[in-house]
């Protein structure tokens, strides 16, 4: 009798139970349905849902799709039905919703992934970073402490994420809390990965700002590629995302000089004509006076070894000019206002001593907006520029080429220019 009554006791619980859960699925079932929703599908065959009473989402097999999902219905309106367009892009999927959502995912449906960055693209990463923070006007982007952790040679890519926006690689620094938009014509293949998008030559961007002080640096008489005096200058700015104008001597131009300029315009640097001989244009007519300084022009716009660049500047050998000079070209003649007089000291002075003097010169005589003159021909006055390029850069200058400076200063179209 006792074990009947305890069965009995033990039945009730049971069928509470039951009760309770079918109470709760009715319930569950009340809250969360909807009858709009009813026979609604995706034009997907493999699309999972995800259902809310307010909300019905579909999105591809995975846990990030899944993810989205939920955050688009968070925020949707009642009845919101929302399907996903699946878009070919290379070797991969942009998947797009209607109200705006949109990612990339692979043939499995898993997100876009960057394993691993090039050295090419950490070039191009070092570069954009430099341009981007500057170009927003962040103060420690103009510093000497970031100018060295963020070159190529230096950047810490361990701590960044990627994600593509658009056209764009974005490239989120943790330790600048920064995000940094690339366009993937210049990264899909540095970044190992393929959306279709056609590659394009890539160029250093250039930003130069008008709200701090500057400085620029020009050479004369080169390139010299025997000493490689021309590429350690180059090297240098470079590395401090800085510019420069090289005025070019037409003979020495052959091949490998042709390329090395290339090469230096993809870092950024500035050519200007320095003349095809080195003479003193005032005692030439005026069609041969152009024909000096329009060889070199030639010889990188459209001869047989150019690339297409356009000078913008030419510099009179010795200074030198008149109004025959001024007339037979429309290129702007820089001068100069600071002397390194670094062709002079190397004949007085031991190396050291010379690197010395040229740098307390300059030092002592430069100031915002002065153009100064070195050449890279020679040993001691690449050196000097060398320690000049961090010294002014440590004292909050951008080092510019002389049409940046025009172009900041406001004076584009002036005949001749000598700094300000």
């Not at 997907?44 to 688009?72: M, N, V």
């Not at 982007?141 to 950047?155: G, P, R």
């Not at 926006?165 to 989120?172: C, E, I, Q, W």
């Amino acid at each position: 009798m006792a074990r009947r009554r305890k069965l009995r006791k033990w039945l009730v619980y049971v069928l509470a139970g039951l009760a309770v859960m079918v109470i709760a699925a009715v319930l569950y079932l009340l809250i969360n349905f909807n009858i709009k929703f009813i026979g609604v599908k995706s034009v997907h065959d493999d699309a999972k849902t995800y259902k809310t009473k307010a909300c019905l989402a579909f999105y591809p097999d995975s846990d990030s799709g899944k993810k989205r999902a939920q955050s688009i219905c968070e925020n949707a309106p009642k009845d919101s039905i929302f399907d996903y367009a699946l878009i070919p892009y290379g070797d991969y999927y942009l998947v797009q919703y209607s109200e705006g959502t949109s990612y990339y995912v692979d043939h499995d449906y898993n997100d876009l992934t960057v394993r691993e960055i090039s050295p090419e693209g950490r070039v191009i990463i070092s570069d954009y970073l430099r341009y981007s923070m500057k170009k927003d006007e962040i103060d420690e982007a103009y510093t000497y402490d970031f100018l060295v952790s963020t070159y190529y040679e230096n950047i810490d890519l361990s701590q960044c994420t990627y994600r593509v926006d658009g056209k764009d690689l974005v490239v989120h620094f943790k330790p600048y809390d920064y995000d940094l938009y690339i366009p993937l014509k210049y990264m899909q293949e540095p970044a190992g990965i393929d959306l279709g998008y056609e590659n394009e030559l890539y160029l250093k961007p250039r930003y130069v700002s008008d709200k701090r002080k500057m400085i620029a640096f020009t050479f004369d008489d080169g390139p010299d590629m025997s000493l490689a005096t021309s590429s350690q200058i180059v090297d240098k700015l470079y590395e401090f995302d800085s510019s420069a104008t090289f005025f070019l001597i037409g003979y020495r131009l052959g091949e490998k000089q042709i390329n090395f300029c290339r090469e230096s315009v993809e870092k950024g640097m500035e050519y200007g004509s320095h003349t095809q001989n080195h003479p003193n244009l005032t005692g030439l007519s005026a069609s041969s006076a152009a024909d000096e300084i329009m060889i070199p022009y030639h010889d990188l716009y459209d001869n047989q070894y150019g690339f297409g660049y356009m000078m913008k500047t030419f510099r009179p050998p010795y200074g030198s000019t008149n109004a025959t000079v001024d007339s037979c070209t429309s290129l702007t003649a820089v001068l100069w206002n600071v002397d390194s007089l670094d062709w002079s000291y190397r004949l007085k002075y031991d190396h050291d001593t010379c690197v010395d003097v040229i740098c307390d010169k300059v030092i002592s005589e430069a100031d915002e907006n002065d153009v100064v003159l070195f050449h890279d021909i020679y040993q001691t006055s690449v050196d000097a520029a060398c320690e000049l390029v961090e010294y002014f850069i440590k004292e909050g200058y951008q080092i510019v080429s002389a049409s940046e400076l025009i172009d900041a200063v406001g004076l584009q179209g002036k005949t001749h220019f000598s700094g300000q």
